[in-house]
């Protein structure tokens, strides 16, 4: 057998949901995340943040603070690396701001004390004269020609003249020739559409523990969705060669995109550098709310022309997105995603990357997509329904599939939008009767997933049991699938091996656990470092028997002789191998470092029903069914969880999650009070269908799961409660005034 | 600042320790009893990640002052397993992946047992509203339901 | 900050009038804690009133009113086997104040004390004719609900001065109660608008009414045109369109991050409608149990 073959059925372990590793850990209480790490002489830090939107910082007094018992030291931007440019300047800034706040709860200066009390009480005596300046925080005005100026010559060279200095990045793409497709439409709708900022809300604020000493060797603890990243980061900010810097990433309380950059880590370093004592920095959550995080707010004109068949002639999508006071709106990924799920003739797409004053933008699974989708999905359903379509069948009739050119370029090898499609038609949901008041939508949703660099080793054990180690943090039972991987490799049952996640002084690169790459990337890495293991037990095998190691086959865990020919010689189980590997050779281990390119785009369809009460404008989610193309599920629980979870934070981000500004330009629901995600008595059960159409690019078929199911809801939810609402819902959240308003507007 | 001294209990063991008025009882457990399964994820009693029990009843320990529990009995995740044996609905939470992140866990295991103990057969509405002040960002709460009305279901077989 | 378990209301009071700067009490703390974590309120001198005698009692009268103390949580409102028998309205209102958790802690005498507009019980509380116990340095008060609150985050409380009781009145056969609030989720929310009514009836006309209206002015409004509204009715569809239109009137809302202006006033009579209606049927079913 060829070491290099996909495997995509007959599997023994890969498909089954086996407890997770870190299971016990989680259930009593004792594992580890960002705030539980502890270290003797730790100090406490806390930040002083900026309650402007935009403010000139005309000067900081850190005398009244310093003279606190129990400070020991306190950090302004003048602690901080210079002479930075581009992306490494920007995360800089955001997380310390040098001569201008640029949004509330911009970072000013930090302190840190012997007890969390006494810093914060230092904090409150930092003395921060500002210089109040004009303010913008929404996406178009922000465009204006009036509007403040956030940063001249922020822009690149992507953005066309006579455009506001604001506008700091423009893509355009697309194919074919969208005013003779609209030509040949029987219906063209063109609308406009806006999506306020959400936040990833994960439940487990910011939170880390750094020491770093005057000869520029240091230790980071930190919760984060990568850690080599951080090493990256925090060594350019601090000005430290990457190798000095060994970070652990501890459990992961959610991410979601979050925890994909650095905030507190930089400055707990800086404030230890200065102390000469280990600093502790935890956010609350409305530092989390205020300072982290959020994904864009947008604007959005989408035109599409359909002839009377469903055939969808022509497409254009204008894509406005607001992505805080730094560049970095995902812009071009709304627009590259927005048409995938369409084999389309004429198409094109324009995005706008528009600084406004608010917190840098951070992704959000799937980042841009869900919004653009929202609007896509949006005018579909509307022509679909002048056109007394099935909005299913009009999906179908238009779907991408392999040898479609996409909107956004390439050629799509094997895909699976329409099995979910056709799934969904076929699902009992779709038919099911509905009751006066209640609404269903439809919607198709469409992620990238991504590779990036990946190092995985797997050493055996004496006992013939296996280790893996990784480098991608484990933010949704990551750490299972790739033992069932490995297993199913190996031959050996899953609880026969255990996966770590390594810090980063233990293991070659690894990009950020993002763009849902893990189980594909480390998956993939996984499986060739324990085929590069195998080789070498076939090889031990060999020499024992004296055969060619060619002639020894790999089946359930034994080294086996290949055929008739290479001898009889009775199976050779890996314990046995293993048990005399210091004498045959050495310590048996498999490793693999690559930058996996393969990772197979993934789509999915989403059904649900709305009720709306007419009087108040309160809209009750009361069925949902995620129908999502895996490749193949490695774990199907875990699976069905991302599949769930991103409906989930798609009905709150549809329905009630949003950013309020004042007119001051400060948020006004820095708290989960007010920052309304779904509770557990706002949703229904979930439903999930599974649908596998294996990746070619990974061993096993694995697309990545997690964010693509966070793209259909918010349109296939505006699709519900337009249907039950009776009128068209342009604007999330669909909250119950907005509601409410439209409803009156309808009359 | 001076500190008070407080005598109370925690799942079960007699304990000491001195705070600072303003502490809440979530500090004191994380950072003067090294109890960290109690999680901080708001401090406004608005996530439930830092659910204990005081005197048997379900309370968010950022919302309990330290100096408060003086002669009362706290109950954290810490004490819910007996010895290696774990409780069901820890058993259960792990068999039905009810956990991702598993951040939000302990405060959703120490609500849910409390419920079970007053309610042993709660319908999934009767879940679903007690856990309102249990934030999970990961789950869509699905399995989270599933695990506690299996749960409930094995323990009434059981009793 | 100090920490203060006076074993008396006396004590407590003492302590209060002496004190300077921020003073607060100490109940179930769902407010006070919020406040002072979140650099708010940091008040210089807290007094923890639950180590007083009585504060943990629901007492049922010889005239057949209730006294709740002060330290009662609305969990034990809640499980109290005939509190809700009487007044069902007042107990619901209370239960929908946060969530399990905070139902753990929380009190009625908190949630009044608060001042906050929209506070979940104050409309029951009102609706229902409660009064609560008041002592001070000058003695002892008894004071109508709707008289603590006078903006928000403002009472009527003078330095010195503590609530030691809430007094609910006899529960008249053929009465009935009811509030409903409006939030955007199904729990966790403050009211957007928040109801409550406490209605008698003779058969099927209504005698008396009290109508408050949550979070549509600056404190919770007991409403004259809306009790006139639906009195000598039999709640048939022209006296509920006179409520909910009496309901939209009287509200004097703001907007903000939680509802506008427009949304606030026109759910205001929805509610009132939807209230009333749960209010009547419990009358008609009797009222006391």
């Known amino acids: 057998m060829s070491l290099d073959d996909v495997k995509t059925s007959d599997f023994k372990y890969v498909g089954t949901s086996p407890d997770r590793p870190d299971g016990l850990d989680k259930v009593t209480g004792r594992a580890k995340f960002g705030a539980d790490a502890y270290a003797p002489g730790m100090l406490h830090g806390a930040i002083v943040r900026s309650p402007h939107a935009h403010a000139k910082i005309i000067s900081i007094d850190t005398s009244k603070a310093e003279a606190l018992d129990g400070v020991k030291a306190i950090v302004t931007r003048a602690d901080f690396a210079t002479g930075l440019t581009g992306s490494n300047w920007n995360v800089l800034e955001n997380i310390m701001a040098s001569g201008t706040a640029l949004y509330d709860g911009h970072a000013i200066a930090a302190v840190a004390a012997t007890s969390p009390l006494i810093a914060r009480d230092a904090v409150k005596l930092v003395e921060v004269t500002y210089e109040i300046l004009p303010h913008v925080t929404d996406v178009d005005k922000a465009m204006a020609d009036d509007a403040p100026i956030i940063r001249a010559g922020a822009a690149d060279k992507s953005v066309p ?27 063209v709708i063109e609308d406009h559409f806006r999506t306020e900022a959400t936040h990833q809300g994960y439940i487990e604020p910011h939170a880390c523990l750094g020491t770093l000493g005057g000869d520029g060797k240091g230790e980071m603890w930190c919760c984060t969705q990568g850690h080599w990243n951080v090493q990256k980061l925090c060594s350019a900010l601090l000005g430290l060669e990457a190798s000095q810097l060994r970070v652990t990433a501890s459990e992961i309380g959610g991410g979601f995109g979050g925890k994909t950059v650095v905030f507190i880590e930089p400055v707990a370093l800086a404030l230890s550098r200065k102390a000469n004592r280990p600093v502790k920095i935890v956010m609350s959550r409305s530092e989390v709310l205020r300072a982290s995080g959020p994904t864009s707010s947008t604007s959005m004109d989408v035109k599409i022309g359909m002839k009377k068949d469903g055939t969808i002639t022509a497409a254009k999508g204008v894509f406005r997105l607001q992505g805080g006071a730094f560049p970095s709106a995902p812009m071009e990924f709304t627009a590259m995603c927005a048409f995938a799920p369409y084999n389309l003739k004429n198409v094109k797409q324009i995005g706008y990357d528009v600084m406004a004053n608010r917190p840098k933008q951070a992704a959000y699974r799937a980042p841009g997509s869900p919004m653009g989708a929202f609007a896509v999905e949006s005018v579909i359903d509307e022509l679909c329904n002048k056109l007394g379509l099935d909005p299913i069948d009009v999906r179908l009739k238009n779907a991408s599939h392999e040898g479609t050119k996409a909107s956004y370029g ?62 991608t943090p484990d933010i949704g039972g990551s750490r299972a699938s790739m033992a069932l991987m490995a297993a199913e490799e190996l031959g050996i049952p899953y609880e026969n091996i255990r996966c770590t996640v390594a810090d980063t002084a233990s293991l070659g690169y690894n990009e950020v656990s993002h763009g849902s790459r893990v189980t594909y990337a480390s998956g993939l890495a996984t499986i060739k470092a324990a085929r590069a293991a195998v080789k070498i037990l076939c090889a031990r095998a060999a020499a024992k028997w004296k055969i060619d190691p060619e002639a020894v086959d790999w089946v359930d865990g034994c080294a086996v002789p290949s055929g008739p020919n290479a001898g009889d010689f009775e199976p050779m189980p890996i314990a046995r191998i293993c048990a005399s590997m210091g004498r045959t050779g050495g310590p048996i281990s498999g490793h693999y470092e690559a930058s996996p390119e393969g990772a197979g785009v993934s789509f999915a369809t989403h059904i649900v029903d709305a009720e709306v009460d007419p009087e108040t404008g309160k809209t009750s989610i009361v069925r949902y069914t995620v129908v999502q193309d895996a490749g193949k599920a490695i774990h199907p629980a875990y699976v069905e969880g991302q599949y769930q979870g991103g409906a989930a934070q798609g009905i709150g981000w549809a329905l009630n999650e949003e950013y309020v500004y004042g007119e001051d330009g400060r948020l006004q629901n820095d708290v989960f009070l007010d920052y309304r995600i779904p509770v557990a008595s706002d949703l229904p059960m979930i439903d999930t269908v599974i649908v596998e159409v294996p990746n070619p690019g990974h061993p096993h078929g694995v697309r990545g799961v997690g964010e693509t199911s966070i793209c259909p809801p918010l349109a296939a939810i505006a699709n519900a409660v337009s249907a039950a609402a009776g009128v068209r819902l342009h604007e999330l959240p669909m909250n119950p005034p907005r509601i409410l308003a439209a409803l009156e507007k309808r009359g | 600042m001076s500190k008070i001294h407080v005598t109370t209990s925690v799942n079960g063991d007699a304990v000491e320790f001195l705070c600072d008025p303003r502490e809440t009882l979530l500090d004191v457990l994380r950072d003067r009893l090294g109890l960290t399964g109690a999680k901080e994820g708001c401090g406004t009693g608005d996530c439930g990640a830092c659910s204990v029990t005081l005197d048997g009843r379900v309370v968010c320990s950022c919302l309990v002052l330290g100096a408060e529990v003086e002669g009362h009995e706290i109950g954290t995740v810490e004490g819910i397993a007996t010895g290696e044996e774990l409780h069901p609905l820890q058993r259960k939470f792990i068999e039905h992946a009810a956990l991702q992140c598993g951040v939000c866990t302990p405060g959703i295991l120490v609500a849910t047992k409390a419920l079970l103990e007053k309610n042993p057969d709660p319908t999934e509405t009767e879940v679903r509203y007690w856990l309102a002040g249990n934030l999970c960002r990961c789950t869509g709460y699905d399995k989270i339901i599933r695990a506690v009305m299996d749960t409930a279901a094995e323990l009434r077989e059981a009793s | 900050m100090q920490y203060h378990t006076p074993a008396s209301f006396e004590d407590a009071s003492k302590i209060a009038a002496k004190a300077t700067g921020i003073t607060r009490f100490l109940a179930g703390g769902t407010d006070v804690l919020v406040q002072l974590r979140a650099d708010i309120v940091t008040p210089d001198t807290l007094i923890d009133i639950k180590h007083i005698d009585g504060v943990h009692d629901i007492t049922r009268n010889s005239d057949g009113g209730w006294t709740i103390g002060v330290a009662v949580t609305g969990a034990e409102m809640t499980e109290h086997a005939d509190l809700g028998g009487d007044w069902p309205g007042l107990v619901e209102a209370m239960d929908l104040v946060g969530s399990t958790q905070i139902q753990g802690r929380a009190t009625l005498t908190g949630n009044l004390c608060n001042g906050s507009p929209a506070a979940d019980s104050v409309p029951a509380m009102i609706a229902a004719g409660a009064t609560v116990t008041v002592s001070g340095p000058n003695g002892t008060r008894e004071v109508a609900a709707e008289d603590i609150a006078t903006g928000p985050g403002r009472t009527s409380l003078a330095q010195g001065e503590i609530v030691t009781a809430v007094n609910i009145p006899p529960r008249a056969a053929g009465g009935g109660d009811a509030y409903l609030r409006f939030i955007p989720r199904t729990e966790m929310d403050i009211a957007v608008v928040g109801c409550g009514i406490n209605l008698a009836v003779d058969g099927d006309t209504i005698t008396a009414a009290r109508v408050v209206l949550g979070a549509v002015a600056p404190t919770a409004l007991l409403d004259q045109a809306c009790a006139d509204a639906i009195i000598g009715s039999t709640l048939d569809d022209a006296a509920l369109e006179k409520l909910a239109a009496a309901a939209s009137a009287a509200c004097n809302p703001i907007t903000d991050k939680r509802g506008t202006i427009e949304f606030r006033t026109k759910v205001a009579g929805v509610l009132a409608r939807r209230v009333a209606k749960i209010a009547y049927e419990r009358a008609q079913a009797g009222g006391a149990s």
């Not at chain 1, 455009?163 to 030509?183: C, I, K, M, Q, T």
């Not at chain 1, 969904?424 to 990238?448: D, E, I, M, N």
């Open chain 1, 161 to 187: 003249e006579g455009l506001h200095p604001n506008v700091v990045r423009y893509h355009e793409s697309g194919h074919g020739d969208v005013d003779a497709g609209f030509a040949e439409a029987d219906l």
């Open chain 1, 410 to 471: 390439p050629t799509f090898q094997r895909i699976g939008l329409v099995e979910t499609l056709e799934a969904a038609k076929a699902h009992p949901h779709y038919t099911a009767p509905l009751k006066p008041g209640q609404g269903r939508g439809v919607s198709c949703g469409f992620w990238f997933n991504f590779g990036g660099e990946t190092s995985v080793t797997l050493a055996l054990s004496m006992d013939g049991s296996a280790q893996i180690v990784v480098g």
